[in-house]
């Protein structure tokens, strides 16, 4: 076994599969390449012609994982439209909000790793916006398209995959007031805060208020529905 050529696609993998266990044992800041090259088996150089950095291994093993979110790739794979435009959104706001009140502290490190990012060289900042682009950019523009032509949304004057953008980084800044034990801002209740922030987003990127009083009234009754049946059960 030892003897046959591997394959690019393979020692990339074995490469992940090593970075991952590193980062769960040790932090993305308590990992070293060096250290990620040695659980691979692996010279560090050799390490280096498939990932250039630290940052680009940690935003290909965080990739794989948004990939890999059934909730994610179900929404990736429906039709364009003004209600898979408002789920988009809906989505990103519930992922960010939760990730203070959850107990998934790998979670809220990784939104620190984000912010310290910009305030460094940005290298991981930008691999990861690269990533969330390709992953997730095609839909929205196309979605707001669909809205637009509907009559849900006003025509975008700019670049659209801006709005997107704009849209992150609001609900990613909301979040780190919330990462705090004593929160830097007292938003109130999260389903109270998750409302608003949807509300707001989506005006900002277009829609009119009829179409978010019909497309999110509608999801958060069925998310009612949903509560409801599991508090019985």
Same mark, same amino acid.
């Given at each position: 076994?030892?003897?046959?050529?591997?394959?690019?696609?393979?020692?990339?993998?074995?490469?992940?599969?090593?970075?991952?266990?590193?980062?769960?044992?040790?932090?993305?800041?308590?990992?070293?390449?060096? &250290?990620?090259?040695?659980? =691979?088996?692996?010279?560090?150089?050799? +390490?280096?012609?498939?990932? %250039? !950095?630290? /940052? *680009? #291994?940690?935003?290909?093993?965080? &990739?794989?994982?948004?990939? =890999?979110?059934?909730?994610?790739?179900? +929404?990736?794979?429906?039709? %364009? !439209?003004? /209600? *898979? #435009?408002?789920?988009?959104?809906?989505?990103?706001?519930?992922?960010?909000?939760?990730?203070?009140?959850?107990?998934?502290?790998?979670?809220?490190?990784?939104?620190? #790793?984000?912010?310290?990012?910009?305030?460094?060289?940005?290298?991981?900042?930008?691999?990861?916006?690269?990533?969330?682009?390709?992953?997730?950019?095609?839909?929205?523009?196309?979605?707001?398209?669909?809205?637009?032509?509907?009559?849900?949304?006003?025509?975008?004057?700019?670049?659209?995959?801006?709005?997107?953008?704009?849209?992150?980084?609001?609900?990613?800044?909301?979040?780190?007031?919330?990462?705090?034990?004593?929160?830097?801002?007292?938003?109130?209740?999260?389903?109270?805060?998750?409302?608003?922030?949807?509300?707001?987003?989506?005006?900002?990127?277009?829609?009119?208020?009829?179409?978010?009083?019909?497309?999110?009234?509608?999801?958060?009754?069925?998310?009612?529905?949903?509560?409801?049946?599991?508090?019985?059960?």
């Amino acid at each position: 076994m030892s003897s046959l050529r591997m394959t690019s696609d393979l020692r990339r993998q074995l490469i992940l599969g090593a970075a991952k266990r590193c980062f769960a044992r040790h932090g993305y800041n308590g990992t070293t390449t060096k &250290s990620v090259a040695a659980a =691979a088996a692996i010279s560090e150089a050799l +390490l280096f012609k498939h990932f %250039p !950095s630290k /940052a *680009a #291994l940690y935003a290909e093993i965080l &990739s794989d994982e948004c990939e =890999a979110d059934p909730e994610l790739t179900e +929404l990736l794979e429906r039709e %364009p !439209s003004t /209600a *898979a #435009l408002v789920e988009l959104i809906r989505g990103m706001v519930r992922h960010f909000l939760e990730i203070a009140d959850g107990p998934d502290q790998e979670e809220a490190q990784r939104l620190r #790793l984000m912010a310290t990012s910009h305030l460094d060289d940005g290298e991981f900042a930008r691999l990861l916006y690269a990533k969330i682009e390709t992953l997730i950019g095609a839909l929205f523009v196309a979605s707001l398209e669909r809205a637009v032509a509907a009559g849900d949304a006003r025509p975008c004057t700019g670049d659209p995959l801006n709005l997107f953008w704009f849209a992150h980084h609001s609900v990613m800044t909301a979040a780190l007031t919330r990462l705090p034990a004593a929160p830097c801002l007292a938003y109130g209740k999260t389903n109270e805060l998750e409302r608003q922030l949807c509300e707001f987003l989506l005006r900002g990127i277009g829609l009119n208020d009829a179409a978010i009083a019909s497309h999110l009234g509608r999801n958060q009754a069925a998310d009612a529905g949903k509560t409801a049946i599991a508090e019985s059960a």
